[in-house]
Nanobody
Framework: QVQLVESGGRLVQAGGSLRLSCAAS????????MGWFRQAPGKEREFVAG????????AYADSVKGRFTISINNANNTVSLQMNSLKPEDTAVYYC??????????????????WGQGTQVTVSS
């Protein structure tokens, strides 16, 4: 059984930085694609960033491009999201997700098979 556990969310001021981590366990992930999604109150869950397990391919939502960086540590099965220049509109619950197919970085939440419990990020103005 795949388990994804996120950590690192907290309250931060606008302009600040945070680093989220996702610890993956339970499988061999070499064929997986990993993604970060977020969901703000009253809004749909949206794609933030994705990365192939090799780390060679990445993708970002336009709203975070240039501010967020996704990375992967294959040695300890950890996916990280470095978030800089945070804005109040980045406030949301952030979720880590895993896609078993892993052929492309999918931006649709419906194509991800496993999810973490989420971690709250709050950016104050």
């Amino acid at each position: 059984q795949v388990q994804l556990v996120e950590s690192g969310g907290r309250l931060v001021q606008a302009g600040g930085s945070l680093r989220l981590s996702c610890a993956a366990s339970g499988r061999t992930f070499s064929s997986y694609t990993m993604g970060w999604f977020r969901q703000a109150p009253g809004k749909e869950r949206e794609f933030v960033a994705g990365i192939s397990w090799s780390g060679r391919s990445t993708a970002y939502a336009d709203s975070v491009k240039g501010r967020f960086t996704i990375s992967i540590n294959n040695a300890n099965n950890t996916v990280s999201l470095q978030m800089n220049s945070l804005k109040p509109e980045d406030t949301a619950v952030y979720y880590c997700a895993a896609d078993r197919m892993g052929l492309v970085i999918d931006r649709s939440r419906y194509n991800y098979d496993y999810w973490g419990q989420g971690t709250q990020v709050t950016v104050s103005s």
